[in-house]
C-alpha cells in the first residue's frame, strides 16, 4: 500500500476515533460494556489490556498507560535485556473519569466512582470513592459527594430544563 492509502486508512481511523469512539475502541480490542461514554481517549499499545464496564463516562483527553516505557532504556544494558512491565487496567460498573486523567498500568477501579481532571491514577481505587491529584488520592466517598452536589443544586425547573437546558440554566445562574 502506498503512502496515500496509508494516510487515507488513518484519517477514516481518526474519524470514526472521533464519531464513534466505542466502537472504535472496541475494534483496538479494549472491552466496552453498555451505557458508555467516551469522549476521546489515548489507549495506548495494547488497548486490549482494557477492560470498561457498564455506565462508564470517559471525558476528553484521558490516557491509559498499559506498559512501563522505562523498562526500553533499562533493556539496553545486558543484565536487564529482558526486562518488560505490562498491566491490565480494569475499570468497573458506574465511574466517571474526568477531563485529562492518566491511569497506569495494573489500576483497578472500583465501582460508583468518580475520578477528577487531571489525576494521574497510579494505584487501585477503592469502590464508593472519590479520588483527585497527583498521586491520586481518596478525597471523599461517593455519597458524600453526592450529598455535596444535592445541598448545592439550585432550585430549577425540571420540565424547563428538559424543553431547554440552555435558558433554564442561564435563568437560574442570573438568579444567583
Request: proline fraction near 3%; charge should be positive.
Amino acid at each position: 500500500m502506498g503512502i496515500i492509502g496509508k494516510a487515507i486508512i488513518k484519517c477514516l481511523g481518526y474519524f470514526k476515533q472521533k464519531t464513534r469512539p466505542i466502537s472504535y475502541a472496541r475494534g483496538l480490542g479494549v472491552k466496552v460494556g453498555d451505557g458508555c461514554i467516551i469522549e476521546s481517549f489515548n489507549f495506548g499499545s495494547e488497548p486490549w489490556l482494557i477492560s470498561i464496564g457498564n455506565h462508564v463516562e470517559i471525558s476528553g483527553n484521558v490516557s491509559f498507560i498499559t506498559h512501563d516505557g522505562g523498562t526500553w532504556v533499562l533493556r539496553q544494558n545486558l543484565k536487564y535485556h529482558k526486562v518488560i512491565k505490562y498491566g491490565k487496567i480494569v475499570i468497573h460498573d458506574n465511574v466517571f473519569i474526568g477531563y485529562g486523567a492518566i491511569i497506569l498500568p495494573g489500576v483497578d477501579i472500583g465501582k460508583n466512582v468518580i475520578i477528577g481532571a487531571g489525576s494521574i491514577v497510579t494505584r487501585d481505587v477503592p469502590s464508593n470513592s472519590v479520588v483527585a491529584g497527583n498521586p491520586a488520592k481518596v478525597i471523599c466517598s461517593f455519597d458524600e459527594y453526592g450529598r455535596k452536589c444535592l445541598e448545592e443544586t439550585p432550585d430549577y425547573d425540571e420540565a424547563a430544563y428538559k424543553r431547554d437546558k440552555k435558558r433554564e440554566v442561564l435563568r437560574v445562574l442570573n438568579h444567583k
